[in-house]
Each structure stands twice: as C-alpha cells, then as structure tokens.
DNA sequence: GTCTATAGCTAGATAGAC
DNA sequence: GTCTATCTAGCTATAGAC
C-alpha cells in the first residue's frame, strides 16, 4: 500500500478545527480537505461513511481525550486533589486555547448536530462530569454536592466560552476557570 | 399592493425559530420559507439582501425583545429590585422554553456567524450585561461586584441551556435561574 | 492511498407572470 | 406581494487512473 500522507494524529487536528470553528453544517468536505492536507476524494477512501463518519471519528478522538486529560486525571489517586485539579484545568485551558477556540460538543449541539451525534455528545459531558464528581468527593463533599459542583464547572466552562467569543474578551473565560478552583476550596 | 400573507410578527417568529435550531448554515432558505408560510422569492422581495439581511432583522428583533423584557424591566424603577428580578426571570424562561431551546444568539458564534454578524451579538450580550449590572446596583452591591454578577448571569443561562441540551434534561437550566435569583439575595 | 474528473443534487439568488 | 420557473455555484458523493 501507499503511505499515508499524514497520520491519524494530524488529521484529526485539522478535521477537529474546522468542524468547531464551523460546525457540522458550515464545514464543507473541500474546507475539512484543505485543513488537512488531503483531497476530497481521500478523505473518503479513509471515512467511507462521508462527513457523519468524519465527525463520529472526531467524536471518538475528543471521548478519548477527555478520558485522558480532565477524567483520567481527576479520577486517579496520583498527588493530592487540588494538584489533580491544576493540572486538569491547564488542560482545559490548552484544549481551549484560552478561550479563544470554540467548544466542538457545543457546536455540533443544535438539531442538526443531535439527531445525528447526540449519544456522543452526552457521553463526553457524562465522562467530565463523573471526573469532576470524582474530585468533589476526595475533597470531603458529599455526593450531591459533588454532582451539583461538577455540573457548575460545565457550566461556567461552556458559558464564559460563549460570553467570550461574544464579547471578543477572554478574561470571562479565564475568570471562570479561576473561579472554579475557587469553588472546590473549602 | 396586494395584502401581506403573514404580518412582521409572524414572520420574525418563524425565521428564529429555525435559526436558533438549525444555525446559519443549517438554515436553508426552504427551511426559513417552510416556517414562515411564504416561498422562496416572496423572502427575497421582503429581505432583498436574502439570507444574511433576514438574519440581521431577527438579531434587531431580538434585542429589541432584550430591550422589553430585561433591560427595560431592570433599568426601571417599578417596584422592588427582587420583583424585577423575578419578573425578568421568568422572562428568560419563557424565552428558553424552559431550557428546551437554543439561543439564537449562540447559535450565531462561530467562525460563520461572527464574521457577519459579530457586532449585532455582541450588543444584545452588552444590553443584557447592563441590566443585570443595574440590578446589582440597585441592591446595594458596587460597581464591580454588580458587573461580575452581570457575567455570571449570563455564564449560568447560557452554559446550561448547552448541558440541559445536550444532557437532555432541562433541570441544569432551571436549577440555574433559581441559583441566579439566590445570588442577588444578601 | 491519493489523486483528477465528474455525476447528481441542493443551495442561494433572480426573472417575470399575476 | 406572492408566486412558478430557472440560473449558477457549491455541495456530497462516486468512478476510475496511478
């Protein structure tokens, strides 16, 4: 066989940008080609199933990313709660750019987007959830509050990425984040 | 001239409707025409700028509602401040269905929609913002404690009307107007 | 595995009858 | 003011050469 123009890694990069950018409507398979290097034609021959495929796989990447760098992490018993915390919002803050970029679960969580990936969808909010439920409950809160303050994390995570695009400002954002280490301080 | 099949009000009704759920890019104009009650080229003769002025009236249309139904009642002075608050809550619910709809103005920020319609966001966010400031205000916080309020209103209906959808389940949502109105007690 | 070329369709937008 | 009919461009998807 021929060699791979680029990897699975590279690929999924450039196809995870502009579907978030764009969402599932407003990303072309010529935008999604030329962000990743490959004709429309190839990414076909690796995604037999067209674009739905194209963002399932994307999806599966995300799950997987979140499993490793927010749940993975806060569901360890490496160091102590609040380091796992750190280290779980510096990963948020990369996966975000700061604020800058757009939420790809968020932008695919419309009604063309839910029909379609709905499961998957639910599935990542579940896995962040059960990681920040997780950390609640290493720091002596019981189980509903835990569950409450994960879901206040969601919550200001996905909202201040709204009010910050809006507004061209990233300190919501970043406020936010502070705010949630706040949050888990007793 | 002949008579007008569906008035303003109708029609505003119907195109925001499928623009919240759909996006920009999602909404074709079939969609907008089919929930509207008028065909393709009698949306061209009342919007000669085609899909991108229609977008731009239902934005003027929903900042005007901004204006009535937030700002408006929290820049006044009827009332108690807890009575404005109450009275705009529930505004919000009902413009939300409960937490069972998309904000249009969400919908609208990505990479598609802010190039075209940033600034018209951005002023609806800013209207709503200052409403919210004011009420904090009028309660006796200070001026940054009040704006910092404003934020996170808006952080809070906006980060739950994403988790209430994608979870499926409106209770982030109305948990979250609840805990709004608990923040503004002393 | 990647590419060029193209099929078939739907999009946004327009012309012109009534 | 609304409609039917139509244009062109771009879309998703496929065929087949290399």
New interface residues.
């Given amino acids: 066989m021929r060699p791979q123009k680029v990897d699975d890694q590279q690929l999924m990069a450039g196809l995870m940008a502009v579907l978030r950018?764009?969402?599932?409507?407003?990303a072309s398979l010529n935008d999604l080609a030329e962000a990743t290097g490959l004709k429309k034609a190839s990414l076909y021959h690796r995604f037999p199933g067209g674009k739905k495929e194209i963002v399932e796989a994307v999806l599966n990447y995300v799950l997987d990313w979140i499993k490793q760098n927010i749940s993975g992490i806060l569901l360890s018993t490496d160091g102590k709660p609040q380091e796992r915390l750190s280290k779980t919002l510096n990963n948020v803050r990369a996966l975000y750019n700061d604020g800058d970029s757009?939420c790809i679960?968020?932008?695919l969580?419309?009604?063309?987007g839910?029909p379609l990936f709905?499961l998957q969808?639910?599935e990542s909010?579940?896995v962040w959830l059960e990681g920040f439920t997780q950390l609640g409950l290493d720091l002596g809160f019981n189980k509903s509050q835990s569950e409450r303050m994960a879901?206040e994390v969601?919550?200001?995570?996905?909202?201040?990425l709204?009010?910050s695009?809006?507004?061209?400002d990233l300190t919501?954002f970043q406020?936010?984040l502070s705010d949630i280490e706040q949050i888990y301080k007793h």
Avoid: C, H, W
Wanted: proline share 3%; glycine share 10%.
């Fill in positions: 950018a764009k969402g599932y409507d407003g757009i679960l968020r932008a969580t419309n009604d063309t839910l709905g969808i639910e909010f579940q879901r969601l919550i200001k995570v996905q909202g201040s709204i009010l695009k809006a507004m061209d919501p406020q936010s």
